[in-house]
């Protein structure tokens, strides 16, 4: 997994401010929607709110869209290099999410019945996975029914969400950081405003190579549906403090009324660009055309004339040959694995290496591409 850049890092910490939500399989067009008033569920989340309301994020979000509840996690289009989200297990309407890393060697979920849930993990060396061993530094005492895991692109920042008495509503989302020094996870701290609310809050997640990020919440509707918001990180944290606005206004912000207000905080159209061209990667890579390259919203190489400048003539023959070199690597790792799943277990540290290996190509391969779309459009 590519490490994730430090401006993410802020982003994650610090970003968004959302808006209103609409009629199921539409998509908002920035018009204010209350269908379905909410609650804190005591006074102590009214009371944090009023605490983390000066602190609300400002960060555009470009569209959202409303889905049947017990089914969102399919209609997040994750990019398949921020890795995968899934149904681990499902009693009635009752969920419990997974999430995947991109190499497919750890996992996240959640686990437990109709008293109390926890989260887990595991790790895969060839085609065996360890013994799932409970996230125990995250108390189940503070942080009640967790679910919806997500881990980030720098492989220790976990998102998550769950109750209990540190949240403002029903649901909350919270973050930790493995500390490897201490082989331990770190404190869960509530994300804030507007990531939550007095509502039901139930994932977050970061698509770091394009910039994209998704907020699934229950506020402003009906007990079957959610609202999948989309929106980008933002580089440096920002608030309303210059803004001047009175707490009523600040509110609207905080609790998510139109996702229009946001537009002005960034480039919509270039955002929604990305998204469309990620989606369109996605499809790219489900017909096994290695050597597409989409070089913009609008262009898609398939060939290296068709570029103008040399130096992207050549980051380009590097870009095919690191996706070759990126298949090779992931045939002779599955091909270890399932010699060592038969018994061959002396094959492990070759395992780790070809691991090491294929997270290094997939960095490379990220520069690479950065690299020559730089090269081609400053010409």
Known sequence: MKKIQAWILTALLFAAVPAGAQKRNTTVKGKAVATMKTKTNSNGGRQLFNTLLPATAKVMFIDSV??????????IPLNAESGKLSVKSRKGNNVLAQYETEL?????????????????????????????SCLADISDEDYHWQNYPFLCADGVTLFFSATGPNTIG??????TSYDSDKDEWLQPQNYGLPFNSTANDYLLAIDDLDT???LVTDRHQHADSVCIYTFVPSQVRKDFTADNLSKAQLERYAQIHRIADTWTFGDR??????????????NVAKTHV???FILNDNTLITDEKQLKSPVARNLFRQWVELNNMIDDTRRSLEHNRERYARGQRALAQDILSKEKDLKQQLTDLHNVAKKLRQAELQK
């Not at 409303?66 to 209609?75: I, M």
């Not at 959640?110 to 887990?120: F, I, K, N, P």
């Not at 029903?170 to 973050?175: A, E, L, Q, S, T």
């Not at 159209?269 to 996605?282: F, G, V």
């Open 269 to 282: 159209k270039a955002a929604l660009r990305r998204r469309d061209a990620m989606i369109a990667r996605a």
């Open 290 to 292: 290695a050597t597409s």
């Open 212 to 214: 994209l990020g998704w």
């Open 104 to 132: 497919d060697d750890r996992r996240f979920y959640a686990l437990g019945d109709s008293t109390s849930t926890a989260l887990y993990m595991q790790t895969k060396v060839g085609n065996d996975w360890s013994q799932q």
């Open 170 to 175: 029903g649901r909350d989302i919270f973050m």
């Open 66 to 75: 409303v889905v049947t509840k017990n089914d969102f996690l399919s209609h």
